[in-house]
């Protein structure tokens, strides 16, 4: 009876002709009927909303409040909202981003008007969702909802520290509270870590992971500018859209660049900081298809769903095979034929071992963050970062690993101010070993993939203990033949010469560091800043990033080749008006000619005058160790001076690296405190590591 | 931390954790909850017993209205909320005590009976809350006399071992507590308000950090201060106390001699109050309504605080009688 009522509502929700997929009843009747916890491993697209949304409508009419679904998602898919609303599931999210929709959502809640509330680990420790949206259900949780269950586990792949706050929270709910987990990507050694977490009465529920419609194959191209003339040389095959994964923000917007030079429809995607970057309204376009290709970085992950994609490539390798397969299997849900194609390259080790270590904020960071905290009352993140030498990026994750541990608090005050609390606190180094291990182990075993010749979505299922695990017959190993794992030389060439073209822009920093000078307005004014300037290429890369590297640390030197490649960039690309009428330098003390020297043959290129007004007042510690804006400024105008007023005209400030720009925007600031002109920043590099997540 | 089942059900019943204010159904009332207790223990019963009943049964079991039973079967939902909002709690530093719970302090229920608070909200080191020791109150602005003797008794709880009771607000309270916590003694602070803001002070993180302090309140954590709040506290500081000192008093108003007046008539400890030619008003009226003199200039020796407090009195103590009531 229940199961053909069940049966009915499906049908209602996505069609007349449809079933049950294997395991969607067993997991509505283990949480709806029997009120039990259960676990469900299924691969993503098998339907694991329809099994909380036809849960959630049984538990409703059985008189139980709404569902809680926590999730790292922001929100629903609009088409899985309109689905529920089929069945009369009324559906919100409550986050950070919505908050104009907050009041509306509450009263809804009031009236019982509300059936599932989806919302983030971080908002149960929230104090107005606590304090203001909780009660107006009046705790009557129906059914609490732990989506990326995996996330609970230090084995899991992408463990997150919020999802400790869940287990806690689970352990106090009483029994008749029915849980279900979902996940995708558990193996068995994670299972069973949650199962110890959310309880011994756990059901585990699981299907086979299998995506029947695609074809893998992995593709060694270890330079990027081959790697980009194989994208161009391979993209028009595909009929439909699909993605291209980075691991940087640089490398999406790279690989657009050049995308787009060849004619292809293709956007970048990212978290990184864009304005211009419109998240919701590039996934719109993607899945109507206006975009044919987005590349992107992991920001689009889990919870998007577009059924029609063709393939999912990947630049550069994932740091596991639990994400590769996460990843990959975006495609292929609802087409006949779908393709992952693997690319990997030199650089891919360096990016993911730089992932690796800056997973967990140092001992040593930490403990300076607890020190300051001890000594107020509350202290905002700009506070904090004044007085610890650390990234505002590490700052936060540290932050969060003692908040979640109840070492610190939140509290709001006009602004968010952290404070200690009386919770006594140990470093878990055994638990921040364990996962850097882990990530390490996970990285030999992606790159076992890549080197794998049998099945290669054999070896994914295996890598995720799926007992269903046979070979596939269709991925490159199994059928001896697939996409070409070459490229046409002019093609490499002509790549060459894009990544070689490819300049970065320097956007002047628009605000002073918080409290480094405590009575002005936050807003560098107008005849203080900076104008947009360039930097040649990325550090490090192929292109110039490797002479810039060789320049800096084994030649102290750069060469003539760099001189020319930036007078072509500033003359034929650039062509900044006014022209600056001259150059000067921004010494180091380690090196003091080596910047200077290099500025003064550009300026020779130029034909303008080069002047060395910048002069190093003290020994300044290397910009690059100073871990946040307020340090790094302070670091500047404590150990530079200018030294007179050369001119009103516009002077090229030339530095080798750029990494934060502050050296830049205080030296511009200087230069033009003096009485100088204006100011256009220009550098050989501009470093990548610090903004390569995202 | 775990929680008892007894404890969950009083916390369903009782406090506001997980409620808004402007929600229909109140937490009960002492008033309302002590019959229903009381109906438990007739019938050989604990709390606990509650969560697994629905409406109808509890309609039978503690004999009471339709509504009654609705309100508190309404109330007895919200266990996943309070699962969060305790996780909150927690992890801020902040945990619960019911009237269920064995380390809940006996004192308060010998001496304030049916009036024991159900919840209370707590921080620090619970096993001070009802050691041997002596309650400070007095009002927030001091003469000269009045700090010598908060700092005295402050500083000879300290050295003779003795927990130092007070409201832990400004004034007297905070004088005699740092100076019990500056002598390496232990304090007890009872809040009228705002707990979770009163944890963030660095000197009380730091005395609760090494177990000298607990501070405990009977109201929402986040309550702010209001002079209701305040009163109703009062009767709290004396009675986990073993002498009490009122350093200064207003007459015949004011929180400190409301506090006062009642721990005489209630006879829960000897109350002495500070005795001087300047003394306020208040004080003389207080000795005159049967309070012990506490002289100014004060006993000599801080070690000898307890003797003297012990000769300086005779027992008027109300007979304590414990009840197993949760």
Same mark, same amino acid.
């Given at each position: 009876m229940d199961k053909r009522y069940t049966l009915m509502l499906l049908r209602k929700m %996505?069609?007349?002709?449809?079933?049950?997929?294997?395991?969607?009843?067993?997991?509505?009747?283990?949480?709806?009927?029997?009120?039990q916890r259960a676990l469900v491993v299924q691969r993503t697209g098998w339907g694991k909303s329809l099994v909380y949304f036809l849960a959630t409508k049984l538990l409703r009419e059985q008189g139980s409040g709404p569902t809680i679904l926590i999730s790292p998602l922001l929100s629903l898919m609009r088409n899985q909202i309109v689905m529920a609303e089929k069945i009369g599931i009324r559906a919100f999210t409550i986050n950070s981003a919505n908050r104009a929709a907050w009041s509306a959502i509450e009263a809804a809640l009031a009236k019982d008007e509300c059936d599932l509330i989806l919302i983030s680990p971080e908002r149960l420790n929230n104090a107005h969702f606590i304090k203001e949206v909780l009660p107006k259900i009046s705790g009557r949780i129906g059914l609490f909802v732990v989506d990326e269950a995996h996330c609970i586990s230090d084995w899991g792949h992408d463990f997150r520290p919020d999802y400790r706050r869940i287990v806690r929270i689970v352990q106090m709910l009483p029994e008749g509270v029915?849980?279900?987990?979902?996940?995708?990507?558990? =193996?068995?050694?994670?299972?069973?870590?949650?199962?110890?977490?959310?309880?011994?009465?756990?059901?585990?529920?699981?299907?086979?992971?299998?995506?029947?419609?695609?074809?893998?194959?992995?593709?060694?191209?270890? !330079?990027?500018?081959? /790697?980009?003339?194989?994208?161009?040389?391979?993209?028009?095959?595909?009929?439909?859209?699909?993605?291209?994964?980075?691991?940087?923000?640089?490398?999406?917007?790279?690989?657009?660049?050049?995308?787009?030079?060849?004619?292809?429809?293709?956007?970048?995607?990212?978290a990184?900081?864009?304005?211009?970057?419109?998240?919701?309204?590039?996934?719109?376009?993607?899945?109507?298809?206006?975009?044919?290709?987005?590349?992107?970085?992991?920001?689009?992950?889990?919870?998007?769903?577009?059924?029609?994609?063709?393939?999912?490539?990947?630049?550069?390798?994932?740091?596991?095979?639990?994400?590769y397969y996460q990843q990959v299997g975006r495609a292929g849900r609802a087409v006949e034929k779908s393709y992952g194609i693997l690319l990997s390259g030199i650089e891919d080790d360096q990016i993911q071992n730089y992932f690796i270590e800056s997973a967990f904020p140092s001992l040593q960071v930490t403990q300076n963050?607890?020190?300051?905290?001890?000594?107020?009352?509350?202290?905002?993140?700009?506070?904090?970062?004044?007085?610890?030498?650390?990234?505002?990026?590490?700052?936060?994750?540290?932050?969060?690993?003692?908040?979640v541990d109840g070492a610190v608090g939140q509290t709001y005050d006009k602004k968010v101010l952290y404070f200690r609390t009386p919770n006594a606190w140990h470093p878990d180094i055994e638990r921040s070993n364990r996962v850097q291990n882990l990530r390490k182990s996970e990285l030999a075993q992606m790159q076992a993939y890549v080197d794998h010749d049998g099945c290669l979505m054999q070896f994914l299922l295996n890598a995720l203990d799926d007992p269903h695990a046979t070979a596939c017959g269709r991925c490159a190993n199994c059928r001896g033949r697939g996409l070409p794992t070459e490229v046409a030389q002019k093609l490499v060439i002509e790549a060459e010469n894009f990544l070689k073209s490819d300049h970065i822009v320097i956007q002047p920093r628009k605000q002073w560091p918080v409290g480094l000078f405590p009575d002005q307005k936050r807003n560098i004014p107008l005849e203080y800043? !900076?104008?947009?300037?360039?930097?040649?290429?990325?550090?490090?890369?192929?292109?110039?990033? !490797?002479?810039? /590297?060789?320049?800096?640390?084994?030649?102290?030197?750069?060469?003539d080749e760099l001189v020319k490649a930036s007078v072509h960039l500033i003359c034929d690309i650039w062509q900044p008006d006014p022209f600056p009428?001259?150059?000067?330098? %921004?010494?180091?003390?380690?090196?003091?000619?080596?910047?200077?020297?290099?500025?003064?043959?550009?300026?020779?290129?130029? /034909?303008?005058?080069?002047?060395?007004?910048?002069? /190093?007042?003290?020994?300044?510690?290397?910009?690059?160790?100073?871990?946040?804006?307020?340090?790094?400024?302070?670091?500047?105008? !404590?150990? %530079?001076?200018?030294?007179?007023?050369?001119?009103?005209e516009p002077v090229l400030l030339?530095?080798?690296? %750029?990494?934060?720009?502050?050296?830049?925007?205080?030296?511009?600031?200087?230069?033009?405190?003096?009485? =100088?002109?204006?100011?256009?920043?220009?550098?050989?590099?501009?470093a990548t590591s610090r903004n390569a997540n995202g | 931390?775990?929680?008892?089942?007894?404890?969950?059900?009083?916390?369903?019943?009782?406090?506001?954790?997980?409620?808004?204010?402007?929600?229909?159904?109140?937490?009960?009332?002492?008033?309302?909850?002590?019959?229903?207790?009381?109906?438990?223990?007739?019938?050989?019963?604990?709390?606990?017993?509650?969560?697994?009943?629905?409406?109808?049964?509890?309609?039978?079991?503690?004999?009471?209205?339709?509504?009654?039973?609705? $309100?508190?079967?309404?109330?007895?939902? $919200?266990?996943?909320?309070?699962?969060?909002?305790?996780?909150?709690?927690?992890?801020?530093?902040?945990?619960?005590?019911?009237?269920?719970?064995?380390?809940?302090?006996?004192?308060?229920?010998?001496?304030?009976?049916?009036?024991?608070?159900?919840?209370?909200?707590?921080?620090?080191?619970?096993?001070?809350?009802?050691?041997?020791?002596?309650?400070?109150?007095?009002?927030?602005?001091?003469?000269?006399?009045?700090?010598?003797?908060?700092?005295?008794?402050?500083?000879?709880?300290?050295?003779?071992?003795?927990?130092?009771?007070?409201?832990?607000?400004?004034?007297?309270?905070?004088?005699?507590?740092?100076?019990?916590?500056?002598?390496?003694?232990?304090?007890?602070?009872?809040l009228a308000d705002s707990l979770e803001k009163a944890i963030r002070n660095p000197e009380n993180r730091e005395a609760i950090y090494r177990g000298d302090l607990c501070l405990v309140t009977q109201y929402s954590p986040s309550a702010p201060f209001s002079v209701g709040t305040a009163m109703g506290r009062n009767k709290l500081i004396y009675t986990l106390a073993d002498y009490a000192i009122v350093v200064a008093s207003d007459a015949e108003k004011g929180g400190t001699w409301a506090g006062a007046t009642e721990a005489l008539k209630s006879r829960w400890l000897p109350v002495f109050v500070l005795y001087h030619p300047d003394m306020p008003k208040g004080n003389k009226m207080l000795i005159e309504r049967g309070a012990y003199k506490f002289p100014h200039p004060l006993p000599n020796s801080h070690q000898e605080l307890q003797t003297w407090l012990e000769e300086h009195s005779s027992a008027t103590i109300a007979d304590p009688c414990q009840l197993s009531l949760f």
């Open positions: %996505i069609g007349e002709d449809k079933h049950f997929r294997p395991g969607q009843w067993e997991a509505i009747e283990a949480i709806a009927i029997k009120k029915p849980i279900l987990g979902t996940t995708a990507t558990a =193996n068995d050694r994670v299972v069973e870590d949650v199962k110890v977490q959310l309880g011994p009465g756990l059901t585990v529920l699981r299907g086979p992971l299998a995506r029947e419609s695609l074809r893998l194959q992995n593709i060694q191209l270890s !330079n990027q500018s081959e /790697r980009l003339a194989w994208l161009a040389e391979n993209l028009p095959k595909f009929k439909g859209s699909g993605i291209v994964y980075c691991l940087t923000v640089a490398d999406t917007e790279r690989v657009t660049n050049w995308l787009k030079q060849k004619g292809f429809s293709a956007e970048a995607y990212h990184g900081n864009d304005e211009n970057l419109d998240r919701p309204e590039l996934e719109q376009a993607f899945l109507k298809n206006e975009i044919k290709i987005l590349v992107a970085t992991v920001a689009l992950g889990m919870g998007f769903d577009k059924p029609d994609i063709d393939f999912v490539i990947h630049f550069q390798r994932p740091g596991s095979v639990v994400a963050l607890l020190e300051v905290l001890e000594q107020s009352e509350g202290l905002s993140l700009y506070e904090i970062l004044a007085k610890v030498n650390t990234s505002k990026s590490m700052a936060e994750k540290a932050l969060k690993l003692l908040e800043k !900076n104008n947009a300037g360039l930097s040649l290429c990325y550090y490090g890369d192929a292109g110039w990033g !490797n002479l810039v /590297r060789s320049g800096k640390y084994y030649d102290n030197h750069f060469s009428s001259w150059v000067t330098a %921004i010494p180091s003390t380690r090196h003091p000619n080596l910047v200077p020297d290099f500025a003064r043959r550009l300026a020779g290129h130029l /034909r303008v005058p080069f002047y060395s007004v910048i002069r /190093r007042i003290r020994e300044a510690p290397e910009q690059k160790t100073m871990q946040n804006g307020f340090m790094q400024a302070r670091n500047v105008i !404590n150990t %530079i001076q200018i030294d007179q007023r050369v001119s009103q030339v530095d080798d690296i %750029i990494d934060s720009g502050w050296t830049l925007t205080m030296a511009g600031y200087l230069l033009k405190k003096q009485g =100088n002109g204006q100011v256009y920043p220009f550098t050989l590099a501009q | 931390m775990t929680l008892s089942p007894d404890s969950q059900a009083l916390l369903l019943l009782c406090s506001h954790l997980g409620l808004s204010s402007s929600s229909e159904n109140s937490p009960l009332t002492l008033k309302d909850w002590n019959p229903l207790a009381k109906k438990l223990l007739s019938i050989s019963k604990r709390p606990a017993i509650l969560l697994d009943l629905n409406k109808e049964e509890l309609k039978n079991m503690l004999e009471i209205t339709e509504e009654e039973a609705e $309100r508190i079967a309404h109330l007895l939902q $919200r266990s996943g909320s309070i699962a969060i909002e305790l996780e909150h709690l927690q992890s801020l530093g902040i945990d619960v005590l019911t009237r269920a719970d064995e380390d809940y302090p006996t004192r308060y229920k010998e001496r304030l009976k049916d009036s024991a608070p159900t919840i209370l909200f707590y921080a620090g080191e619970k096993a001070l809350l009802g050691q041997p020791g002596v309650a400070v109150v007095g009002s927030r602005h001091l003469d000269e006399a009045g700090q010598a003797c908060a700092e005295f008794v402050g500083n000879a709880c300290g050295m003779s071992g003795l927990v130092l009771y007070s409201g832990g607000a400004k004034g007297v309270d905070s004088i005699s507590m740092n100076a019990a916590l500056n002598s390496r003694g232990t304090a007890v602070g009872i």
